[in-house]
């Protein structure tokens, strides 16, 4: 049997992957896919202990975010649609305005 | 050497492998075809960890609806390689490396410290509960979770509408 601290170092290690692309990536569309990583890495997380203690809340918990990560994504790529047809562009580093 | 570590393994290491992929490709088009890699791989763990439906739903709503609309709109938009995606060393990127690596670090100390179930959930447990099946989990959702599934259904009408309305030039 796998010990649940291994599924939790993967987690970590997955958030930390998806932290990283946040930090360094420039298109704002992959910056997305990177958020939607950190999101899988909390839900690797939830399961990991719902199997260790026998309890389905966790199960739960992970089909909520996932129903929340839906959202979350029509809403942001609502709005990198909305973004690119009025400045023509989905870099984050061009999108300026709101920075002053 | 059991047959769970080395499925454990090698999922572990095929998820890390198309994670790093969805950070590194060029185009966005080849992120998102790994961030599906990425979510089938994920959806064996969670069958590792006898968590079916949700690894169903993974696959559904992750791999299937989620994607698709990420597709669509890289599609939509035409979007090309990034120009200046070379391998430049800025101060932000060595910044954000050493944001992530630390947080990896502090995180791994913290899980080592955990201590050790002082109870154990066995197999022939879960089966004879039906753990991680529709129907236990279901149970739990319509009689303990009632509320917070309406809420959430409330925000998927919520984000629809929305959508519709931050994206359309015209109503």
Known sequence: MVPISYYLILAAALFCLGMFGVLIRRNALVVFMCVELMLNAANLTFLAFAKQNGHLTGHVSAFFVIAVAAAEASIGLAIVIAVFRSRGTVSIEEIRTMKH | ?171
Do not use: C, D
Request: proline fraction near 3%; avoid cysteine.
């Open chain 2, 1 to 171: 050497m059991n047959i769970e570590l080395v499925l454990f393994g090698a999922f572990a290491l095929l998820t890390l492998l198309s994670a790093g992929l969805v950070i590194f490709a060029k185009s966005a088009i080849s992120s998102a075809m790994s961030l599906v890699a990425t979510f089938f791989f994920l959806a064996g763990i969670y069958v590792l960890l006898w968590a079916h439906t949700v690894a169903v739903l993974q696959v559904l709503v992750y791999a299937g609806a989620i994607m698709v609309l990420f597709l669509f709109v890289i599609m939509l938009l035409n979007l090309g390689e990034e120009t200046s995606a070379g391998p430049r060393l800025t101060l932000s990127r060595i910044l954000g490396g050493a944001a992530a690596a630390g947080l990896l670090v502090v995180l791994v100390m913290v899980i080592w410290r955990i201590p050790a179930p002082t109870t154990t959930f066995t197999g022939a447990q879960a089966v004879a509960s039906g753990f991680g099946t529709l129907p236990a989990i279901g149970q739990v959702i319509y009689t303990q979770w009632l509320l917070p599934f309406e809420a959430v259904s409330l925000l998927l009408l919520v984000a629809m509408v929305g959508a519709v309305v931050v994206a359309k030039s015209r109503i």
